[in-house]
């Protein structure tokens, strides 16, 4: 079956990085774009950053625009996030997701807090 499981998450001080990373199986992970979303507490879920099939389209949101990249490795079926100078406002529950069809898919979340 299609799981997402993303790791890579923690607590780290502001102006940190860290790098979340989401392995996929169970479907063809070239074949399907990939985004990051974050749910900060009380808040609405956010797209944060998106990649095309093959990594040559990416988009990320304003709010982490020149912080944060999202890249990916078929060939380990595994997307990423690389979060750097990390913000208090960046704390968050981060979530996988597959554009796959007809239902999209979500991983578990992983927590990440910004925090001195």
């Known amino acids: 079956q299609v799981q997402l499981v993303e790791s890579g998450g923690g607590l780290v001080q502001p102006g940190g990085s860290l790098r979340l990373s989401c392995v996929a199986s169970g ?3 070239s074949s399907y774009a990939m985004r990051w979303y974050r749910q900060a507490p009380g808040k ?5 950053a998106r990649i095309s099939t093959t990594g040559s389209f990416t988009n990320v949101a304003d ?3 020149g912080r944060f990249t999202i ?3 078929n ?7 690389q979060m750097n100078n990390l913000k208090p406002e960046d704390t968050a529950v981060y979530y996988c997701y597959a554009a796959l069809s007809p239902l999209p898919y979500w991983g578990q979340g992983t927590q ?4 001195s």
């Open 63 to 65: 709010s982490v625009k």
């Open 27 to 29: 479907f063809t992970f």
């Open 112 to 115: 990440v807090t910004v925090s």
């Open 75 to 81: 060939g380990k079926n595994t997307v990423y996030l």
């Open 71 to 73: 890249s990916r490795d």
């Open 44 to 48: 609405e879920r956010e797209l944060v």
